[in-house]
């Protein structure tokens, strides 16, 4: 059974790199057609999609977040991973990890990780 | 406000049957991109319910069930059960923003 885990700092400082990684458990990370991304929830509002990678290196990314954005993955350890810069406290949110079934544009997530809050704050 | 738009709440009794609309526009829907559906209970990860408009993932009971038609997509849940009551969210994409869009989320309330 496939199982994702997200993993990195609860707390970073206004204007610093926020990076999260995610673990994939119980199958492979470079299987087709699947599409490795992430996707927020601030405290107490609805869902933003964040970004898609498949492992062949194909990306799609929310324009907003475009410019401080990276979504990598790392075949060798079967994970993938977010980078956002110059975060601020509008980046304070739930972020999960997640399972597209296909190109994020026209499939849903049908996996998910169970979530890591993160806090900007100094 | 969200680029879907769906009612913040709807509520109904156990064993009833209640909707939830996502009404989209000609860059979503209209433009003939699909809709996805999920649950989210209280302090939990969103849980897809609906893929593709219509599909249930295994495991999804048959009490859900999602159709899409012109501009507007809609979940239904019948034979409504207390462990319900959450958040749903539509999801689908739009091409005019080039974004994946999600509703604003509704709240199930179970009576």
């Known amino acids: 059974q496939l199982q994702l885990q997200e993993s990195g700092p609860g707390l970073v400082k206004p204007s610093e790199t926020l990076s999260l990684t995610c673990n994939v458990s119980?199958?492979?990370?470079?299987?087709?057609?699947?599409?490795w991304g992430w996707i927020r929830q601030p405290p107490g509002k609805g869902l933003e999609w964040i970004g898609n990678i498949y492992f062949g290196g194909s990306t799609y990314w929310n324009p907003s977040l475009k410019s401080r954005v990276t979504i990598s993955v790392d075949m060798s350890k079967n994970q993938f991973s977010l980078k956002l810069r110059s975060v601020t406290a509008a980046d304070t949110a739930v972020y999960y990890c997640?399972?597209?079934?296909?190109?994020?544009?026209?499939?849903?997530?049908?996996?998910w990780g169970q979530g890591t809050t993160v806090t900007v704050s100094s | 406000q969200s680029v879907l738009t769906q009612p913040p709440s709807v509520s109904g009794a156990p064993g009833q049957r209640v909707t939830i609309s996502c009404t989209g526009s000609?860059?979503?829907?209209?433009?003939?991109?699909?809709v996805h559906w999920y649950q989210q209970l209280p302090g939990t990860a969103p849980k897809l319910l609906i893929n593709g408009n219509t599909n249930r993932p295994s495991g999804v009971p048959d009490r859900f069930s999602g159709s899409r038609s012109g501009t507007s997509a809609s979940l239904a849940i019948t034979g409504l059960q207390a462990e319900d009551e959450a958040d749903y969210y539509c999801q689908s994409y739009d091409s005019s923003l080039s974004v994946v869009v999600f509703g604003g989320g509704t709240k199930l309330t179970v009576l």
């Open positions: 997640g399972r597209a079934t296909g190109n994020p544009y026209y499939y849903g997530m049908d996996v």
């Open positions: 000609r860059s979503n829907f209209g433009a003939g991109y699909d």
């Open positions: 119980g199958g492979s990370i470079n299987g087709s057609p699947y599409y």
